[in-house]
């Protein structure tokens, strides 16, 4: 968290942020439990990221819609992460200010999951025909219920990362490790869900997911989902019954200085007035941050929206439902798994590299280069497995691609991990740093940093799909886009953004640099 330089000005009318009695000393087994959480919420999001692109076509949605589908997860984190994370500063409730928060999300986890793994039964029970191309009822039913769980997702990781900051009572060490735990529990979330996604049997252990209308590979992503509630709900259970915070008091009245805690009357700012209050005090470095997080989350999304979609069609060559399609979807899995691994172990390194490479500018923008050739590569692994296919006699469903070609694939998405930790920390440090003058505090200084992140996604959300369907329907045009604005965002960190940190930012790191 950004310390306050003697030169930094905030107007009276946005220092307004509640603050409950100070908290006792926590120890850091409180800071670890709450932490987990994350594991929870990281498994659903890669079960997401790997399995539901796929399940959407099954139920009959087009590959040029199916972008649509993910724009719930921008518009959720746009809206719901700003405003829980407001809301959660100022809950008066006996539970606490962020315990609330994080049952009411879990819980709307649970429905969620229920209605995205049920949607085919559903729909079938509603007047959904089985032998339909497309099943309106269950696309409805599974749409909602994806908005729901986007939507129960935000509400978790916000209070949960401000939960954390309050058992760390302000010390640096504290705050740090917490992050750090917090970081390695979404590498253990991603692991597991990605492993999950892969294994072709998991609905073995749960029998009664497999019914008429949900085949296979439906009551196994069912299954995985399962496993899913039942982690977050122990996890969650756990952090709540054994981490107790201090309730906030209510002060009304005008009898109040600058710093005394606000929660009602006329002196409070809205949520969406100190999000504009932040966005006028933003200075060019700032800004350029904008322009390279918007740059880079253009080049990540089409691959994280469509990584075992293009496993499925292009590396292993097949078609919607059949059988060579489930095995590069899971295969796909395997790789977001190994991806991963590499993003935990990359993620220990990013302090040490940034230091031998010059800074963290000089890294950020190298990172950016490995992404764009990455992204490259997935047109020569996919030249190369559609030159070397072949098919068993009789058969219309191709064979497994050599393992030269998926070895390179896996490669791929390996290689991916490098760039993808530098992009989950070194934007939000470096937002800390440039917004520490803004008036708005850090929530909403990186909530400023999340509208660079949601609306790509938007944008890319929106414009994939019928970009791809102009170029014969496959994701390699979209992947190219994205390989060009990763070149870009790559030359832009390294030629615009600063080298040193504001006077306002010395003591985040002893001597005010940003290398």
């Given at each position: 968290m950004a310390s306050k330089g003697t030169d930094m000005v905030k107007p009276s009318s946005l220092q307004v942020e509640p603050t409950a009695s100070?908290?006792?000393?926590?120890?850091?087994?409180?800071?670890?439990?709450?932490?987990?959480?994350?594991?929870?919420?990281?498994?659903?999001?890669?079960?997401?990221?790997?399995?539901?692109?796929?399940?959407?076509q099954l139920l009959g949605i087009p590959h040029t819609w199916a972008a649509f589908i993910w724009l719930c997860g921008p518009v959720s984190g746009m809206i719901v992460q700003p405003i829980v994370g407001y809301y959660s500063d100022r809950c008066t409730s006996r539970f606490g200010r962020r315990r609330p928060f994080i049952a009411g999300g879990a819980c709307a986890v649970a429905v969620a999951v229920f209605l995205i793994g049920y949607a085919a039964d559903l729909g079938h029970m509603s007047g959904d025909s089985l032998e339909a191309k497309m099943r309106p009822r269950a696309i409805a039913i599974f749409v909602a219920g994806f908005w729901i769980l986007d939507v129960a997702n935000n509400m978790l990781q916000g209070p949960c990362r401000a939960l954390l900051a309050d058992l760390a009572d302000g010390?640096?060490?504290?705050?740090?490790?917490?992050?750090?735990?917090?970081?390695?529990?979404?590498?253990?979330?991603?692991?597991?869900?990605?492993?999950?996604?892969?294994?072709?049997?998991?609905?073995?252990?749960?029998?009664?997911?497999?019914?008429?209308?949900?085949?296979?590979?439906c009551a196994n992503l069912k299954s995985c989902f399962f496993l899913s509630i039942a982690l977050l709900a122990l996890v969650a259970i756990a952090a709540l019954t054994y981490v107790k915070e201090k309730p906030l008091e209510k002060k009304t009245g005008g009898n109040q200085n600058e710093n005394d805690s606000v929660v009602e009357g006329s002196g409070n700012v809205p949520c969406v007035g100190q999000m504009l209050g932040a966005f006028r005090e933003l200075k060019r470095p700032m800004w350029i941050l904008i322009l390279v997080t918007c740059l880079n989350w253009i080049a990540w999304f089409p691959f994280l929206l469509f990584d075992t979609d293009w496993m499925g069609k292009e590396v292993y060559g097949g078609t919607v439902g059949g059988a060579a399609?489930?095995?590069?979807?899971?295969?796909?899995?395997?790789?977001?798994?190994?991806?991963?691994?590499?993003?935990?172990?990359?993620?220990?390194?990013?302090?040490?590299?940034?230091?031998?490479?010059?800074?963290?500018?000089?890294?950020?923008?190298?990172?950016?280069?490995?992404?764009?050739?990455?992204?490259?590569?997935?047109?020569?692994?996919t030249k190369l497995a559609e030159h070397s296919r072949q098919f068993a006699p009789g058969s219309t469903d191709p064979l497994p691609p050599p393992a030269g070609i998926k070895f390179g694939a896996l490669a791929i998405f390996g290689g991916l991990g490098i760039p993808l930790a530098i992009t989950f920390s070194v934007p939000f440090a470096l937002a800390s740093i440039f917004s520490s003058s803004s008036g708005a505090g850090q929530g909403l200084s990186l909530g400023v940093l999340n509208l660079a992140i949601v609306i790509p996604q938007m944008f890319v959300s929106v414009v994939s799909g019928p970009w791809d369907a102009l170029f014969g329907g496959g994701n390699l045009p979209a992947f190219v886009v994205a390989a060009i604005a990763a070149a870009v965002s790559g030359v832009l960190a390294i030629v615009l953004l600063p080298s040193e940190a504001p006077e306002s930012a010395k003591g985040l790191n002893g001597s005010g640099s940003l290398h």
């Open positions: 100070p908290p006792e000393a926590s120890p850091f087994r409180k800071i670890i439990v709450v932490a987990s959480i994350a594991a929870g919420v990281q498994f659903g999001w890669a079960l997401q990221l790997s399995l539901l692109t796929p399940y959407v010390d640096q060490r504290k705050t740090r490790t917490a992050n750090a735990f917090f970081s390695f529990f979404m590498a253990v979330g991603n692991v597991l869900g990605y492993a999950a996604g892969s294994y072709s049997k998991l609905h073995n252990i749960f029998p009664f997911a497999e019914t008429k209308a949900c085949d296979v590979y399609y489930d095995r590069g979807v899971r295969a796909g899995a395997l790789g977001l798994m190994v991806n991963s691994v590499v993003l935990g172990v990359m993620s220990l390194a990013v302090e040490p590299l940034a230091r031998a490479l010059g800074g963290v500018k000089r890294l950020w923008g190298i990172v950016n280069f490995i992404l764009a050739i990455c992204l490259a590569m997935t047109v020569l692994i």
